[in-house]
């Protein structure tokens, strides 16, 4: 069963609903499938029972605001205690503690952020909200003097989005601080399958223009992404695993990896692929796996066949968020044509309200190794190139 809920679904994944008949609710209203105009378009009742006839049912959710639905409606299910237990940064991380003992973290209130004294907290450090989502109210800190600037902010940043998603998807009164991970940033989408056994269905090497940048900008994959990384990965679900009972889930993990090769994790976000039908549609792009299919119907990709014919080109998610510094109510349009015009390979542009959210949409984009400046390029613009400004009336 899908749990079909805001603010974002891709036609990708409602043409795989309809092609499979997947049993599907829609929590938040009949947005997409209207109840009983199709039969496996479930009313609030009949998802619920199907959730208690079924006691191991693959469930998946496009989007976190289905949490509280889960929540409040599947008590009767594991499913509460482990996505609450993912969610929640603080408890991830003393959840796996005892994997990364060395690993200093501590909670912070949000009150107490302007008043915090950070002399003795290790440096560099990571301060976010201990619920959060797409880098909201992310900072990196790596002296005394930029904390002065940073806790202004975030209290500034919360402001503004604090609004657009329900408290079990930010929740901005309580933060969590920890060390900075060094490395190379990692994102992949998975499954436990019924035995417990993890099954990784793609994996993106997160790209950054400098150490200070937090964004979400660009997502990279390729053959020999997976290939350098898919056993580690592996591995480190598998310990996972032991730590937490995690049977025929889903699951969206972002990890580091340092210069010796050692993992660490910095979080897991539970019952779905990444955020706004991203990464599971663009692992369709890449290498032919729909991601959906895969994970209901316990499918396992044979990476050894796939990346036969993929090492020669580079698959990108690209994130447009709103970096211009100008509020999206304040912009008249955002040149999407433009855009595509600077990239060797525009697969699909999706446009997003930026007036509603703070992101104009996302790209999906194959480059060839000899047109990689086109990435570099997109990861350290502004985006100002591409908006228009409401005209000033006299």
């Not at 302007?114 to 990571?126: H, S, T």
Request: charged share 25%.
């Amino acid at each position: 069963m899908i749990l079909l809920d805001l603010p974002y679904v891709s036609g990708f994944l409602k043409q795989t609903i309809q092609r499979n008949r997947i049993q599907v609710f829609e929590p938040a209203g009949p947005l997409h499938f209207p109840p009983g105009s199709e039969a496996f378009c479930l009313t609030e009742s009949e998802a619920i029972a199907y959730a208690r006839e079924h006691k191991d049912a693959r469930i998946y959710s496009n989007s976190e605001n289905s949490i509280s639905w889960v929540v409040n409606n599947l008590g009767f299910t594991d499913l509460p205690g482990v996505v609450t237990l993912f969610k929640d940064k603080l408890a991830f991380r003393r959840l796996t503690q005892s994997l990364f003992p060395e690993l200093f973290f501590r909670e912070v209130a949000l009150e107490d952020v302007l008043e915090l004294q950070i002399a003795e907290i290790p440096k560099p450090f990571v301060i976010k909200p201990s619920i959060g989502f797409f880098s909201l109210g992310v900072y990196t800190v790596h002296t005394d003097g930029e904390w002065e600037v940073i806790k202004n902010r975030i209290h500034s940043d919360i402001h503004e989005v604090k609004e657009l998603y329900p408290a079990e998807v930010l929740n901005t009164g309580s933060f969590i601080i920890e060390q900075y991970i060094s490395g190379i940033e990692y994102a992949f989408d998975a499954y436990f399958d019924e035995n417990g056994e993890p099954v990784i269905l793609n994996i993106l090497k997160h790209l950054f223009s400098s150490e200070n940048d937090v964004s979400d900008r660009v997502y990279l994959t390729s053959g020999v992404i997976i290939r350098e990384n898919l056993e580690k990965f592996s591995a480190f679900l598998k310990q996972l695993g032991k730590l937490v009972r995690l049977k025929n889930f889903p699951l969206h993990v972002e990890v580091r990896v340092d210069d010796l090769g050692r993992l660490v994790p910095i979080e897991i976000n539970p019952m779905r692929f990444g955020g706004w039908c991203t990464t599971a549609d663009l692992t369709w792009f890449a290498y032919g796996i729909n991601s959906y299919d895969y994970f209901l119907t316990n499918q396992k990709p044979d990476w050894d066949a796939l990346l036969k014919t993929k090492d020669s080109s580079l698959f990108s998610l690209i994130v447009l968020n709103n970096s211009t510094g100008i509020k999206g109510i304040d912009i008249e349009s955002f040149d999407y044509k433009l855009l595509r015009s600077h990239f060797q390979n525009p697969l699909e542009i999706r446009e997003v309200d930026f007036k509603a959210f703070p992101l104009f949409g996302f790209l999906f984009a194959e480059t060839k190794a000899e047109h990689y400046s086109e990435l570099e390029r997109i990861l350290s613009s502004d985006l100002k190139e591409y908006i228009c400004l409401h005209k000033q009336v006299d």
